[in-house]
């Protein structure tokens, strides 16, 4: 292939006495943009034609060695010199060209280096293809190279996975040739370059190898297994489907057939879905109102409260290096809590998560339990996790407000009450923010960091500070009745309520669901969750419950049964002798049956798709009225919630972006249809409305920052 594009001098080529270094710079991960792609051709010409070069190094500069393909350039149309050709280029060389790894090679990035006759990597370098997660599979031959090098069943752990390995484990893989002692990655691939040409090594094309065969009913397993986990998203089965063509043909013919498949995907809703969620992930820490705002200090936390919740923060807290102060009402209470972290930590120590000695040091030294407030003297950010009730956690402010050192952040995780109430008790509302965590907490990766109106930006930057010292998915919430996501959550809880007793069950209805791709159904979620939280908010609810609402019993019958769903074995599910998965209540038809008759409700017959065509709409109008509203400042922040905290598959990208790819009129004109049963529930959010008449999406608004209103929230702290 001859080079005839503009060079934009991002990969440099230097001579260093008979070895050419072709240097990758394309901050900030050395992606394979097409201006990287041009240069990286144009060296390799060179070099072919460079008699005083006998060898060259591809090296990354900056952090990393190639972290792929640039996504962004995967909205337009595929511009030449395409990636496979240039690797195909690297790849017919007549004089060896060696990949030099630092960082990561991922995707594109190990495809190139699968193109040159060798690797070699620095200790702390890793390799992976995780395209899969972008919904697509490797598209520059990583699944006809990879296989050849390392076997098919390697090969199938590793692509349909996107899992990316260390550098000792790519050596004794066979993908990486040497793992240098230096630390400098130039040193290391000019050291392995002299043995090349010192060797006169023979050049090893990945192509050109052959993998020892195995039984087809290799790839037969691996397609169920893939299936089954992947629960609807194609590309991880896709990517066994290509490892096996490699098995089946030439290398051509499988670089052939791989091409076309990977077009297919990356035109599919699935890739569009994924990259959203790629970007969006990296959105959710960017808001105006912390750009270029420090935290505060981080290193002591306190915890009240050592039930379900304050155990689980305390856990993933002290799993992450921060000291923890653990309050609780008495010495029993303290003794529970503190079996309770002992049993999470042994569990991470039982999976490799973490050494015995560091759960000596954290159980011995970095715990600390007492039962006098005054202890919370030196934290910096404290956690209220004590019961869900406005005047406990009011008394419990008030208390902080005096022990606290000045500066120190004072949250709360209420699930539902005012965080702005709670902040008025204290004479420093700006340091009361909520930092709403999901059970179990120190397991679960989504933490909503809901400002409250007087909260300071740099407590707004600590509580994603923790986040990220958690290893914790941090999306910015407002105040409001469950915030984003429990919000969200019961609009559609309440949508299914009314399907199931108007035309369904809760059974069907968690089947729907399963195959739309959530892990569990709602009505199976709730078992285990508790059905009595439910109770015991809509029991609080009651009172200020409007006439309008249609209101069903059968929950309430179920608890009046003592069926708490999997704590007492019993619910919309029976647990037999302790199961985790529980087979359909027959008794809950009954109830249902009796309530339909009680009202006069004539059973309706909706087909699976109706079913979650009414729940999908219940889930994204809700969803965009806490964006119309400022709760969530973006619909992304909605996406990520959904996904993080409440099982909605990635694959789909969340409901925003669902309901662009469905379209925004379809899913009104729905509401509008649904509203002519039940007009209080179905009230079609303006923001929805406005977008349907403006032509405009939900990926507007996110590429926007935002609906301008809710900008403006932001932007005025
Ligand atoms: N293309 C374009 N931009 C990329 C990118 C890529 N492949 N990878 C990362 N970026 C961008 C991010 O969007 C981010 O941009 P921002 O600063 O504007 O938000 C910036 O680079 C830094 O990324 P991170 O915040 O993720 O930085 P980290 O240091 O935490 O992580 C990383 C670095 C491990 C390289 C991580 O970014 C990553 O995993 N990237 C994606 C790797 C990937 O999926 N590669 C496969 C691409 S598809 C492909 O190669 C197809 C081929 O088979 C044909
Ligand atoms: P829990 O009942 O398991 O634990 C509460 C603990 O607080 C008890 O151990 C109790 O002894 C202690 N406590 C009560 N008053 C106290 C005080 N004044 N000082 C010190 N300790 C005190 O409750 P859970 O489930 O852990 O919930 C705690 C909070 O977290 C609630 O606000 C809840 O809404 C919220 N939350 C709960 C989630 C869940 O799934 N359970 C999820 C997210 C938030």
Redo the contacts with the bound molecule.
């Keep these: 292939m001859s080079s005839s594009f503009q060079s934009s001098g991002q990969v440099s080529y230097e001579l260093n006495g008979d070895v050419a270094v072709m240097t990758v710079s394309n901050a900030p991960v050395n992606a394979l943009s097409h201006a990287v792609r041009v240069d990286l051709l144009a060296n390799i010409e060179k070099f072919e034609e460079d008699a005083t070069a006998k060898a060259a190094i591809i090296v990354g500069a900056g952090k990393v060695f190639i972290a792929g393909a640039d996504i962004r350039e995967f909205k337009r149309p595929a511009t030449q010199p395409h990636l496979p050709d240039l690797i195909d280029r690297i790849e017919a060389c007549s004089k060896p060209v060696i990949a030099a790894i630092h960082g990561v090679a991922l995707g594109g990035g190990l495809e190139a280096a699968l193109g040159c006759h060798f690797r070699v990597g620095v200790k702390g370098a890793k390799v992976g293809l995780p395209e899969v997660h972008l919904g697509i599979i490797p598209g520059a031959g990583g699944t006809q190279r990879l296989p050849r090098l390392v076997g098919y069943e390697k090969a199938l752990e590793m692509i349909p996975s996107g899992a990316q390995i260390g550098a000792v484990d790519a050596k004794a893989a066979g993908i990486l040739d040497d793992v240098s002692d230096e630390n400098d990655v130039l040193a290391a691939g000019l050291t392995f370059a002299r043995s090349v040409i010192d060797n006169s090594m023979p050049l090893r094309r990945c192509s050109e190898l052959v993998a020892p065969a195995v039984d087809a009913s290799v790839f037969v397993a691996a397609k169920a297994a893939v299936t089954k986990r992947a629960r609807g998203q194609m590309s991880p089965v896709v990517c066994v489907e290509a490892i096996e063509i490699a098995s089946k043909t030439s290398f051509a013919d499988g670089m052939a057939k791989e091409r076309e498949m990977f077009m297919e995907l990356k035109s599919s809703d699935q890739h569009r879905a994924l990259s959203h969620a790629f970007f969006a992930d990296r959105a959710l820490g960017k808001l105006p109102e912390i750009d270029g705002i420090a935290p505060r200090k981080l290193d002591a936390i306190g915890v ?9 923060i305390a856990t993933g807290a002290l799993m992450n290096g921060l000291a923890v102060t653990l ?4 010495e029993d ?1 303290l003794a ?2 503190k079996a309770t972290i002992a049993k999470n930590i042994g569990g991470a120590v039982k999976k490799g998560k973490l050494s015995a000695e560091k759960e000596q040091h954290i159980l011995e030294e970095a715990l600390s339990l007492s ?1 006098d ?1 005054a202890s919370l003297g030196e934290a910096d950010l404290v956690v ?6 406005i005047d ?2 009011k ?2 402010f008030q ?1 902080l407000d005096k022990v606290c050192k000045a500066g120190a952040v004072l949250a ?6 005012d965080v702005n109430a709670i902040a008025a008790v204290t004479n420093r509302p700006e340091d009361v923010i909520g930092l ?4 179990p ?1 120190h397991i679960m990766r989504l933490l909503e960091v809901v400002v409250a109106d007087k909260t300071a930006p740099d407590v707004i930057a600590t509580g994603f500070q923790l986040g990220k010292i958690m290893r914790k998915v941090a999306v910015r919430a407002g105040v409001c009745d469950g915030f984003i996501g429990n919000r969200i959550l019961a609009t559609y809880r309440a949508a299914a309520d009314a399907v199931v007793v108007d035309a369904s069950s809760p059974f069907e209805v968690d089947d729907v669901m399963l195959e739309f791709g959530f892990p569990m159904g709602p009505y199976a979620v709730a078992d285990l ?2 059905l009595d ?1 439910g109770w015991a908010t809509r029991k609080r609810k009651a009172p200020s419950r409007d006439p309008r609402e249609r209101y069903f019993t059968f929950a309430d019958r179920m608890c009046e049964q003592g069926w708490f769903g999997q704590k007492t074995s019993k619910g919309y599910y029976v647990y037999e002798d302790g199961a985790r998965k529980g087979t359909p209540n027959p008794e809950v038809l009954t109830i249902l049956a009796k309530e339909r008759m009680e009202n006069d409700i004539a059973t309706q017959n909706l087909s699976k798709e109706q079913i979650l065509d009414r729940y999908m709409a219940a889930m994204v109008n809700e969803a965009a009225k806490v964006v119309e509203e400022g709760i969530a400042l973006r619909p992304l922040d909605v996406d990520m919630t959904l996904i993080y905290g409440y099982g909605f598959p990635r694959w789909r990208g969340g409901p925003m972006q669902y309901a662009d790819q469905v379209g925004l009129d379809k899913i009104l004109n729905n509401i509008k249809e649904y509203a002519r049963d039940d007009a209080y529930f179905w009230q079609p959010a303006k923001l929805l409305e406005e977008l349907v008449s403006t032509g405009k999406t939900f990926g507007d608004l996110n590429a926007e920052g935002g609906n301008n209103s809710v900008k403006k929230v932001s932007e005025k702290a």
């Design positions: 009240i409260g050592g039930g379900t919740m304050g155990a689980g309050i609780e009402r008495d209470a529970r809590a039962t407030y209220e996790a004590v019961f869900e009730d406990v956690k008394q419990v208390q709360t995780n209420t699930s539902y009450l709403h965590f999901f059970s907490a969750a508790g939280i």
